[in-house]
């Protein structure tokens, strides 16, 4: 009997060590750690088989702009070029599936100027994708940025109520939106370029899923699994925005239309819902003013236009538009500094996450969940975005939660690099002015590399800058 | 008596029994030793405070501080800038980035001669002026000969400003006053119940400069001045659609 009672006792011992045994290692957070690349790689899916319908094809360097607005070379031949638009002759005609529209004519309609009646506001930020995208070309850099908001409870980030995305601009004064000082966490985002970004539509999965396995550990990437709202939100890796928050350059587009210019559209994806939900594109984003959060969609006051505003010819357009122009080019002629500077780059670390070279799925294979085909001017094409598309904790992250999980709201995406000549503002934040004090506010996984950096000779590290600012 | 009875217990215990016992002693131990080399949290986040040092002080263990931060001053300005032995005190510890490892703040001073060495074109740290907002095109800021400045070396890891590895340092003129102190964000808000508190992310440093008593916080891209008397927002350029928004 007392062998029995003491059995009991040690098993209940053993079942209470065991419990401790798994409780303290997940109780203990390391705080300058990334996130478990496991947990991460869990939750990845697997994407359309690669290949299936893929075309077999030379592999070719992708075509690239100069980076001058005077120079006509965006379009990647992706789809149908046409001519210019010459209002007075013809409107612009959108597409109505992607691939079967003109660029002229998807280039028009990025630059166009949306207004009330189109369908701008209530809340907003611009008036158009080209008002933000547009240095030194349609499509490029802008120095605006993006403001969003919430707070913690505890550990855990809340958006601000109304939603983290505090809009800049507003139709009427009533619904210009404002913050309470109870929203801690605040971060301002600037644009990035949308040049060259059908090439990183087209990169596979495994593709960047591979390159972050291949980082060292201590500075390994987390991939996004974000949904694909034109494919009944099917889960792919993300690449677009700063946190990885889009996957195809469709579900961006549907999202910039209504969370940058107030037009809802079935690819929005509001409250998370797919483009072939019932009610898809039929929600306002609620402004978040000074007397509470108030629902601003049609038929409220403050927005007199019924939804979706946009029947998505419009969101078709942009995305095309974007998948068909060219990547950032190098300058040209590159100095002799910027040469010498380029092995450099490998050499202090900065390759491991400004990842040099991708190369695109091959024609014909379905990405997007199924709903896109690679195309033959974006398939089999290396590019150089010096960016891995994964986020980081390199000790600037904005504390901001999207949809990659409370893990990550300390990490950022790596900028990709390509074509950074044409801006003078850096970081996510935009508050760093030149890129030898960008280098130095790496920390946290860029550590090692900024310190290799900083082990440089002076001319050394003058050349290394100088090859970043001819990408 | 326990311990015989545990024993006669454990005999009456099936093999496999004793091997599952033995892995979840085994796994308990390892986790409590890996639970001990964590990184120790920092003394504000533990309710003790900053840390505050005064190399004036005899004891041993205030000694090897002045060594150590004298190796992490030199590991990010070599010798280019040594400690201003004239301010007392002339370093505080504590998580101003607040990124829970523990950084160091220490008034420095030019060493003769090498002026321009802390004027390099790209140099290893940040250098900052809390009251002057930098914009794209301005004049990048000089450090003159004699100059008293405030490094703050940001750690990395538990090993905090210490770590070899700890050389993010943001190098701030104008920003060196008397009473230099470590303050926690929570004793700041205390202190200030009442009044407007910029976003603050770690520990505050304390000071009086310019006759007035106030706070150097970090404000991600630099250090900004936080005067509770006066402050009635962030001070910082937040360009907004083309236009330099001051909120």
């Given at each position: 009997?007392?062998?029995?009672?003491?059995?009991?006792?040690?098993?209940?011992?053993?079942?209470?060590?065991?419990?401790?045994?798994?409780?303290?290692?997940?109780?203990?957070?390391?705080?300058?750690?990334?996130?478990?690349?496991?947990?991460?790689?869990?939750?990845?899916?697997?994407?359309?088989?690669?290949?299936?319908?893929?075309?077999?094809?030379?592999?070719?360097?992708?075509?690239?702009?100069?980076?001058?607005?005077?120079?006509?070379?965006?379009?990647?031949?992706?789809?149908?070029r046409?001519?210019?638009?010459?209002?007075?002759?013809?409107?612009?005609?959108?597409?109505?599936?992607?691939?079967?529209?003109?660029?002229?004519?998807?280039?028009?309609?990025?630059e166009?100027?949306?207004?009330?009646?189109?369908?701008?506001?209530?809340?907003?930020?611009?008036?158009?994708?080209?008002?933000?995208?547009?240095?030194?070309?349609?499509?490029?850099?802008?120095q605006?940025?993006?403001?969003?908001?919430?707070?913690?409870?505890?550990?855990?980030?809340?958006?601000n109520?109304?939603?983290?995305?505090?809009?800049?601009?507003?139709?009427?004064?009533?619904?210009?939106?404002?913050?309470?000082?109870?929203?801690?966490?605040?971060?301002?985002?600037?644009?990035?370029?949308?040049?060259?970004?059908?090439?990183?539509?087209c990169?596979?999965?495994?593709?960047?899923?591979?390159?972050?396995?291949?980082?060292?550990?201590?500075?390994r990437?987390?991939?996004?699994a974000?949904?694909?709202?034109?494919?009944?939100?099917?889960?792919?890796?993300?690449?677009?925005?700063?946190?990885?928050?889009?996957?195809?350059?469709?579900?961006?587009?549907?999202?910039?239309?209504?969370?940058?210019?107030?037009?809802?559209?079935?690819?929005?994806?509001?409250?998370?819902?797919?483009s072939?939900?019932?009610?898809?594109?039929?929600?306002?984003?609620?402004?978040?003013?000074?007397?509470?959060?108030?629902?601003?969609?049609?038929?409220?006051?403050?927005?007199?236009?019924?939804?979706?505003?946009?029947?998505?010819?419009?969101?078709?357009?942009?995305?095309?538009?974007?998948?068909?122009?060219?990547?950032?080019?190098?300058?040209?002629?590159?100095?002799?500094?910027?040469?010498?500077?380029?092995?450099?780059f490998?050499?202090?670390?900065?390759s491991?996450?400004?990842?040099?070279?991708?190369?695109?799925?091959?024609?014909?294979?379905?990405?997007?969940?199924?709903?896109?085909?690679?195309?033959?001017?974006?398939?089999?094409?290396?590019?150089?975005?010096?960016s891995?598309?994964?986020?980081?904790?390199?000790?600037?992250?904005?504390?901001?939660?999207?949809?990659a999980?409370?893990?990550?709201?300390?990490?950022?995406?790596?900028?990709?690099?390509w074509?950074?000549?044409?801006?003078?503002?850096?970081?996510?934040d935009?508050?760093?002015?030149?890129?030898?004090?960008?280098?130095?506010?790496?920390?946290?996984?860029?550590?090692?590399a900024?310190?290799?950096?900083?082990?440089?000779?002076?001319?050394?590290?003058?050349?290394?800058?100088?090859?970043?600012?001819?990408? | 008596?326990?311990?015989?009875?545990?024993?006669?217990?454990?005999?009456?215990?099936?093999?496999s029994?004793?091997?599952?016992?033995?892995?979840?002693?085994?796994?308990?131990?390892?986790?409590?030793?890996?639970?001990?080399?964590?990184?120790?949290?920092?003394?504000?986040?533990?309710?003790?405070?900053?840390?505050?040092?005064?190399?004036?002080?005899?004891?041993?263990?205030?000694?090897?501080?002045?060594?150590e931060?004298?190796?992490?001053?030199?590991r990010?300005?070599?010798?280019?800038?040594?400690?201003?032995?004239?301010?007392?005190?002339?370093f505080?510890?504590?998580?101003?980035?607040?990124?829970?490892?523990?950084?160091?703040?220490?008034?420095?001073?030019?060493a003769?001669?090498?002026?321009?060495?802390?004027?390099?074109?790209?140099?290893?740290?940040?250098?900052?002026?809390?009251?002057?907002?930098?914009?794209?095109?301005?004049?990048?800021?000089?450090?003159?000969?004699?100059?008293?400045?405030?490094?703050?070396?940001?750690?990395?890891?538990?090993?905090?400003?210490?770590?070899?590895?700890?050389?993010?340092?943001?190098?701030?003129?104008?920003?060196?006053g008397?009473?230099?102190e470590?303050?926690?964000?929570?004793?700041?808000?205390?202190?200030?119940?009442g009044?407007?508190?910029?976003?603050?992310?770690?520990?505050?440093i304390?000071?009086?400069?310019?006759?007035?008593?106030?706070?150097?916080?970090?404000?991600v891209?630099?250090?900004?001045?936080?005067?509770?008397?006066?402050?009635?927002?962030?001070?910082?350029?937040?360009?907004?659609?083309?236009?330099?928004?001051?909120?």
């Open positions: 009997m007392t062998t029995l009672s003491t059995t009991r006792v040690l098993k209940v011992l053993a079942l209470f060590l065991f419990v401790v045994a798994l409780a303290l290692p997940l109780s203990m957070s390391s705080p300058t750690k990334s996130q478990s690349q496991t947990a991460n790689q869990n939750r990845m899916p697997s994407e359309v088989p690669d290949g299936q319908n893929a075309v077999a094809a030379a592999v070719t360097e992708a075509l690239t702009t100069d980076m001058d607005a005077k120079t006509d070379d965006l379009f990647n031949n992706f789809g149908a046409g001519t210019p638009i010459d209002e007075c002759v013809a409107d612009a005609v959108p597409p109505t599936a992607r691939g079967n529209g003109r660029f002229e004519d998807n280039k028009f309609i990025f166009e100027e949306e207004t009330v009646a189109d369908g701008l506001g209530p809340t907003y930020n611009d008036v158009g994708c080209v008002t933000c995208h547009q240095a030194v070309d349609t499509g490029a850099f802008g605006q940025m993006e403001f969003r908001a919430g707070h913690l409870s505890g550990s855990t980030f809340i958006d109520p109304g939603g983290q995305l505090i809009h800049a601009r507003g139709t009427d004064s009533d619904v210009v939106e404002h913050i309470t000082t109870g929203e801690t966490v605040r971060s301002f985002r600037l644009v990035l370029s949308a040049l060259g970004d059908g090439f990183v539509e990169i596979a999965n495994q593709t960047l899923q591979d390159n972050v396995a291949a980082q060292p550990a201590s500075i990437g987390t991939l996004t974000v949904p694909v709202v034109e494919a009944n939100n099917t889960l792919r890796i993300g690449r677009f925005g700063w946190k990885g928050q889009h996957a195809s350059l469709l579900s961006f587009s549907g999202d910039a239309y209504l969370n940058e210019m107030g037009i809802t559209n079935k690819f929005d994806g509001f409250g998370g819902r797919s072939s939900a019932s009610d898809a594109g039929t929600h306002e984003n609620p402004a978040s003013t000074a007397e509470g959060v108030i629902d601003v969609t049609f038929p409220s006051p403050f927005d007199p236009v019924q939804d979706p505003e946009d029947d998505g010819g419009d969101v078709i357009a942009f995305t095309d538009f974007m998948a068909a122009t060219r990547a950032p080019g190098r300058q040209n002629p590159i100095p002799a500094s910027a040469v010498r500077g380029d092995p450099l490998n050499q202090v670390g900065c491991g996450c400004h990842t040099r070279n991708f190369t695109t799925a091959p024609a014909g294979t379905l990405i997007n969940g199924g709903a896109f085909t690679v195309p033959a001017a974006l398939g089999d094409k290396i590019i150089h975005p010096f891995d598309f994964a986020l980081h904790d390199v000790g600037t992250g904005d504390g901001i939660v999207q949809n999980g409370q893990s990550t709201a300390n990490q950022i995406k790596t900028a990709p690099l074509g950074i000549r044409a801006r003078n503002r850096f970081m996510h935009g508050l760093t002015v030149n890129i030898s004090e960008a280098i130095q506010r790496h920390a946290g996984q860029a550590t090692a900024r310190n290799a950096f900083n082990a440089l000779t002076a001319s050394q590290r003058s050349d290394l800058l100088f090859f970043i600012l001819s990408l | 008596m326990f311990d015989l009875s545990c024993l006669k217990a454990a005999k009456d215990l099936t093999n029994s004793k091997a599952l016992l033995i892995v979840l002693v085994t796994s308990t131990t390892l986790s409590c030793f890996g639970c001990a080399s964590k990184p120790s949290e920092l003394g504000s986040k533990s309710g003790q405070g900053p840390q505050v040092s005064h190399p004036g002080e005899t004891s041993e263990a205030s000694t090897l501080r002045v060594s931060v004298e190796e992490a001053v030199r990010v300005f070599k010798d280019n800038a040594l400690i201003a032995q004239d301010y007392k005190p002339s505080v510890v504590g998580d101003f980035n607040g990124d829970q490892s523990p950084d160091v703040a220490v008034v420095l001073k030019v003769q001669g090498k002026t321009s060495q802390m004027n390099q074109q790209f140099p290893p740290w940040i250098l900052k002026d809390p009251f002057v907002t930098a914009v794209p095109g301005m004049a990048p800021l000089r450090v003159s000969d004699d100059e008293t400045l405030l490094a703050i070396i940001h750690g990395y890891g538990s090993e905090g400003w210490r770590d070899p590895q700890a050389t993010q340092t943001y190098l701030l003129k104008n920003s060196t008397a009473k230099i470590a303050r926690t964000k929570a004793e700041v808000i205390a202190a200030n119940q009044k407007k508190i910029p976003q603050l992310r770690g520990d505050l304390s000071e009086v400069l310019k006759g007035k008593t106030g706070y150097l916080y970090y404000a891209s630099t250090y900004s001045w936080y005067d509770p008397s006066t402050f009635n927002g962030e001070p910082m350029v937040r360009p907004v659609h083309g236009v330099d928004v001051r909120n």
